[in-house]
C-alpha cells in the first residue's frame, strides 16, 4: 500500500473542499450536445472557440449553451430531438431531423468547444445573433453574452445592444469568420479583452 506524505502540500490531491465548485461535468453533459443543425441543412453554420479564465488560461470543464432562431428569424417550437436507449434510458443524441435551436457544449481538456447550429436569422430589430449562457468552475452564477456574426455592417451598427458598446468592446461579441461557414468565438471570463457580459433584470 502506498503512503502519501500528507505534510507536504504537493503530494496531497486538491478534494472538493478544497476546490470552489460547481462541478458541472457530472449528469449535465450529453452526447452530441453541440449538434443543433438537422444533418445536411444547407443553412449549418460551425462554431468553435476556447473558454478562458482571469489569467488566459484556458478552463478544461465549463459549459457553453447555445439558443438561436431559425434562419427565418423564429425560435423554434419543437419539443425536442434526444434519442434514448429503450434499455438503459441513457441519452443516444440527438435525432437529427429537429431543429429546436438549444444546445449545451462541455469544453474539452484544453478549453475549447464546437457546436453546429444553423446560421440565425434578425428579430425583433436586432442584428443576428445566437444567446449564450456559460458556466464554469468558480462561477456561482452563470454569465449571459451573445453571439453576433460578421457581414452586415450596417444591421450590426444599429444593433440597440452593440450601438451602446465602444468599438474596442463591441468586438468581442463578434465571432470571426474562418471561411467555409465557420466562425471562432473565445470566451474570456476577466481580464484583458473580458467577453462584454449581459445582465437580465
Known sequence: MTKIDTTRPETVLPTPSHTVG???GHA??????????????????????????GD????????????????????????????????????????????????????????????????PGARGGNAPYLSVCVFARGLLVHLFTRIYLPGGAAALSADPLLSRLEEERRGTLIAKDQGNSTYRFDIRLQGENETVFLEFT
Open 22 to 24: 460547481p462541478f458541472y
Open 28 to 53: 449535465l453533459p450529453f452526447p452530441g450536445g453541440g449538434d443543433i443543425a438537422p444533418v445536411g441543412h444547407p443553412d449549418t453554420i460551425a462554431l468553435r472557440g476556447y473558454v478562458y479564465d
Open 56 to 119: 488566459g488560461a484556458p478552463l478544461p470543464d465549463a459549459f457553453v449553451e447555445l439558443w438561436g432562431p431559425g434562419p427565418d428569424g423564429n425560435l423554434p417550437q419543437v419539443d425536442g430531438a434526444m434519442r434514448r436507449d429503450p434499455a438503459s434510458g441513457g441519452f443516444l443524441g440527438r435525432n437529427g431531423v429537429e431543429f429546436t435551436g438549444w444546445g449545451r457544449i462541455q469544453t474539452d481538456a484544453n478549453g475549447h468547444w464546437s457546436a453546429r447550429t444553423l446560421r
